[in-house]
């Protein structure tokens, strides 16, 4: 699996605009819809089924982390957005810190083995503090484009 080739460029939002859990995964749902990862049409259905999630328990881990994700119909393949916020968004974290950092994770309902490699694969990838730093303190989404290829290199490298 690689992160780089999951999320599309034009899916990585370096400044969040948003300031509350669903604003953030609103920005994130329209930035895939933007990219022609899912259809504008489903965004609604998709932020419902993000949120729904959330209501199990938040995604977001903790140290400024989080991870949304969800099964919806409307989604053909695996996909996923990137977004940040420097100010850090309410999250309700484990921690109860602010989240700067935010994977959005959308699959389909039958892909139930990839989407859990794929939320493995991230959390691996955020166990590295020095990365979730580079990630925090990256320029833009160009600078964060190649963070993710560098960290997919490094880690199937066995490095």
């Given at each position: 699996?690689?992160l780089?080739e999951l999320i599309?460029?034009?899916a990585?939002?370096s400044?969040?605009?948003a300031?509350s859990?669903e ?6 749902v329209a930035?895939?819809a933007?990219?022609g990862?899912v259809?504008s049409?489903n965004?609604d259905?998709l932020v ?6 959330e209501?199990l328990?938040?995604t977001?881990?903790g140290q400024g ?7 919806h ?6 996909v ?6 420097k100010p850090?968004?309410e999250?309700d974290?484990?921690d109860g810190?602010p989240v700067?950092l ?10 139930s083995?990839?989407?859990?490699e794929a939320?493995?694969?991230?959390t691996?990838?955020?166990?590295d ?6 990630l925090?303190d990256?320029k ?6 190649g963070?993710?290829k ?7 490298s066995?490095?």
């Amino acid at each position: 699996m690689k992160l780089y080739e999951l999320i599309d460029p034009k899916a990585i939002i370096s400044e969040l605009a948003a300031t509350s859990k669903e604003e953030s995964i609103s920005e994130l749902v329209a930035a895939l819809a933007a990219a022609g990862k899912v259809k504008s049409a489903n965004s609604d259905g998709l932020v419902a089924a993000l949120m729904a999630r959330e209501q199990l328990g938040s995604t977001g881990i903790g140290q400024g982390l989080a991870v949304p994700h969800a099964k919806h119909d409307s989604v053909g393949d695996l996909v996923a957005a990137f977004g940040r916020s420097k100010p850090g968004i309410e999250f309700d974290s484990l921690d109860g810190e602010p989240v700067q950092l935010v994977f959005l994770l959308l699959s389909n309902k039958e892909a139930s083995g990839l989407h859990l490699e794929a939320l493995a694969y991230i959390t691996k990838l955020l166990r590295d503090d020095v990365f979730c730093k580079f990630l925090k303190d990256a320029k833009d989404a160009d600078e964060i484009a190649g963070l993710l290829k560098e960290a997919d290199e490094k880690l199937s490298s066995g490095s």
